[in-house]
């Protein structure tokens, strides 16, 4: 191919095997060079929940580290709906297990864990956008480093202005990788 950007154009791109080899005409310095697929996903188990049952939608929203050291699960309708987040962290032999679980205790709490995003290694953000009568809530959860152990640290609401109204706040959220930044 003429770029490595032409691969996806090839005819037969969905049956080139991991392994296999690609001719790129010129590499941005004007020499040949060769792609090789590689097969980057690999299965890593499964997250399985803990005494659930199915109207606790466990799994609805999953974020995982930067690092794959460690997943946030969300299980928006666990305890009638309330939800709660578990923490699945990496074991020695490669897999993820359950090391705890967080529930928010703030007031008309609903579906906490619908949505979940974790930065780099010492934050995740969780949304619970149908709490207050639909005005919402966004609760930060943090661990120090070198630990497992995850805490909810704060509970964000909608600014002042949207107050009163249902915003729904925190039915998407964005943590950035150097957790500098939250997006809701």
Request: charged letters at 15%; hydrophobic letters at 40%; glycine letters at 10%.
């Amino acid at each position: 191919v003429s770029q490595a950007s032409d691969v996806a154009t090839l005819s037969y791109v969905k049956n080139i095997q991991p392994g296999a080899k690609v001719w790129v005409d010129n590499d941005g310095t004007g020499h040949w060079t060769v792609l090789e697929k590689q097969d980057i996903f690999t299965a890593g188990g499964l997250l399985l929940p803990v005494g659930q049952n199915v109207n606790d939608k466990f799994g609805q929203s999953v974020s995982q580290s930067l690092n794959n050291l460690f997943a946030t699960v969300g299980t928006p309708g666990y305890n009638s709906d309330t939800g709660i987040v578990y923490n699945f962290v990496k074991t020695s032999a490669g897999s993820l297990a359950v090391s705890g679980s967080i529930e928010c205790n703030a007031t008309d709490t609903v579906g906490f864990g619908q949505v979940v995003d974790t930065g780099n290694l010492l934050f995740t953000a969780v949304g619970a956008p149908e709490s207050a009568s639909n005005l919402g809530y966004v609760g930060i959860m943090s661990r120090l480093p070198d630990s497992a152990d995850f805490f909810l640290t704060q509970i964000i609401t909608p600014p002042e202005n949207d107050l009163g109204r249902a915003c729904e706040f925190g039915s998407s959220l964005v943590v950035s990788d150097d957790e500098r930044w939250l997006y809701v």
